[in-house]
């Protein structure tokens, strides 16, 4: 009889990296439309080590726990260390290339948001980024889903429900007293609060 693994479909993995500082909820309803949308069997947020596009960013234990706090009722969520624990600036290269490591026998789907996107093509090794894993482009707010010089295979684009919200949107909110209730996981409001994250400006 053939084993198993003959048998069984390939896994397939997204993987969300962001700075996630905070993760917000336009980040949730991205990935877990991508996770429908693309039949994966899991979705993998790895939050950045020291950006190398960022001058300031919040530790990353503090960003890794949110980023755990707020996936934690998906079943099909999960959080990766691999860019927090690797020392100097994250790049997707290596993150993919660790994922892949990690998890040889699935194929592999990077999800990204709309601006980023548009950066892939200033990547490092940007290659051999295109043969690790297909790449899925979501809608966001105020920017176009078009990209010129992107090759035709490898990158999917996908329309999510338009959340208008962002990372920097969340932490000036915190810093001027204004609530971020809903706009975060409620866990995540009392994470923010309980460890006195953003109140002065970033
Ligand atoms: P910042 O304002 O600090 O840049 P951000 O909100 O852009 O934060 P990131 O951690 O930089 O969040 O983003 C991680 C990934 O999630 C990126 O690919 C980004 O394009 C995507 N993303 C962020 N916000 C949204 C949103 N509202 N809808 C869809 N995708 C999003
Ligand atoms: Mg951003």
């Known amino acids: ?70 996936t934690a009722a998906n079943p099909r969520f999960t959080v990766s260390r691999v860019d927090i624990d690797r020392q100097g600036p994250t790049y997707t290269i290596d993150t993919l290339r660790d994922i892949r490591r990690a998890r040889p026998e699935a194929d592999l789907f990077f999800i990204t948001g709309a601006d980023a996107v548009a950066q892939i093509m200033e990547w490092k090794d940007v290659e051999e980024v295109w043969s690790l894993a297909h ?8 920017h176009s889903l078009t990209i010129s010089g992107l090759p035709e295979q490898g990158v999917s684009s996908l329309e999510v429900p338009a959340l208008a919200i962002s990372s920097t949107d969340c932490r000036d909110r915190v810093s001027g007293g204004f609530p971020v209730w809903y706009l975060v996981p409620d866990g995540v409001v009392q994470y923010i609060a309980k460890h006195h994250l953003y109140r002065s400006v970033s």
């Open 135 to 142: 790449f899925v482009a979501v809608s966001r707010p105020g």
């Open 1 to 70: 009889p053939a084993p198993d693994s003959v048998l069984r479909r390939r896994a397939r993995i997204g993987v969300m990296g962001g700075t996630f500082d905070p993760i917000h909820n336009g980040h949730l309803v991205a990935a877990s439309e991508v996770q429908q949308k693309f039949d994966l069997d899991e979705v993998i947020f790895a939050p950045t080590g020291e950006p190398w596009m960022k001058k300031t960013v919040t530790e990353g234990e503090h960003r890794y726990l949110m980023t755990v706090i707020a």
